[in-house]
């Protein structure tokens, strides 16, 4: 008998709790499954099933010897779908949650470009600032910037970075001055990015030691960057901006960045997904797309 054949009738056995049932299953005799155990318990030396006319357990050696099959059976599955993976295209749907603007800005182009290259792939992408629930939204990506905390049962993988940007409009630096320190930015006003009850200070980064954090005096709050950067380049303020988005406001002129000697404070995003034994093509192909696309967007 083929061992791998008969590692899963033992593992579906357990599964449903009886031969009879698992031949229902597997659509085979309830003696072809007697077989199935006894071949690997006589090439075993030891009994895996402990059987009587009205019940059947496992052996103390059956329990271990179950986990590990189920682990073998899951291997041979993902090396199956690889290959299958490999001589197919992706397809069905990919869902997806990234942050509001990046995903608009910069994620969304090459996943766009992706959907195009392959007909069959379909997207359903959510952009939204909020946290979500990965299994319960039934999330097949994310993107997230910043550090990443509780990442039980997740994978992850660093896909960019972009660093952060001190402006303002040429008007406010020609009525207020230019700050050159951190210390300055106290008699400047900001427009500062804040969601009710917390304000995000601007980071500063020091070597050896946790960040400098600065919330400079500000008359606006706003809770899009998008907005922000408008504000900033009515001459409304300074604002501490990442560099993906200020970088047409200072190419055309619209925004200077200010503080240029000091080392800007650098975010890390990443894409997650689930634990799997093994990754979908269509998740791999956009993990993939999104590392070789998004440097070149976010710099």
């Not at 597997?26 to 019940?55: C, Q, W, Y």
């Not at 009710?196 to 919330?215: C, D, M, N, Q, Y």
Request: charge should be neutral.
């Amino acid at each position: 008998m083929d061992r791998l054949t008969s590692m899963a009738v033992f593992v579906k056995a357990v599964d449903l709790g009886s031969f009879a049932a698992a031949a229902d299953a597997l659509d085979l005799s309830a003696p072809m499954v007697g077989k199935h155990i006894r071949f690997l318990e006589d090439r075993l030396g030891v009994r895996l099933i402990n059987r009587t006319t009205r019940r059947q357990s496992l052996s103390e050696f059956g329990r271990a010897y179950y986990e590990r099959c189920r682990a073998v059976l899951a291997e041979a599955e993902a090396a199956d779908a690889l290959v299958t993976d490999q001589l197919s295209q992706p397809r069905g749907r990919l869902r997806m949650t990234m942050p509001a603007l990046l995903g608009r800005r910069c994620v969304a182009p090459i996943l766009l470009a992706l959907a195009r290259q392959y007909p069959a792939l379909e997207l359903d992408l959510s952009f939204s600032d909020r946290i979500v629930d990965f299994v319960e939204g039934g999330y097949d990506l994310a993107v997230r910037t910043g550090r990443l905390e509780d990442r039980a049962g997740m994978m992850a993988r660093r896909i960019a970075h972009h660093h952060m940007v001190v402006c303002a409009a040429p008007s406010y630096v020609e009525m207020h001055g230019r700050p050159d320190r951190i210390e300055d930015l106290d008699r400047h006003q900001a427009i500062l990015y804040s969601r009710p009850g917390w304000i995000h200070p601007w980071l500063f980064p020091r070597e050896g030691k946790s960040p400098t954090e600065v919330t400079p005096p500000a008359r606006l709050r706003l809770d899009d960057l998008d907005a922000i950067a408008d504000a900033a380049a009515a001459g409304m303020g300074l604002a501490w901006l990442p560099s993906w988005l200020v970088r047409d406001h200072v190419r055309t002129g619209a925004l200077v960045p200010l503080l240029a000697d000091l080392p800007p404070y650098v975010f890390e995003n990443y894409a997650l997904w689930l634990r799997t034994p093994h990754l979908p093509l269509k998740t791999r192909l956009a993990v993939d797309a999104l590392a070789a696309g998004l440097p070149a967007l976010m710099t």
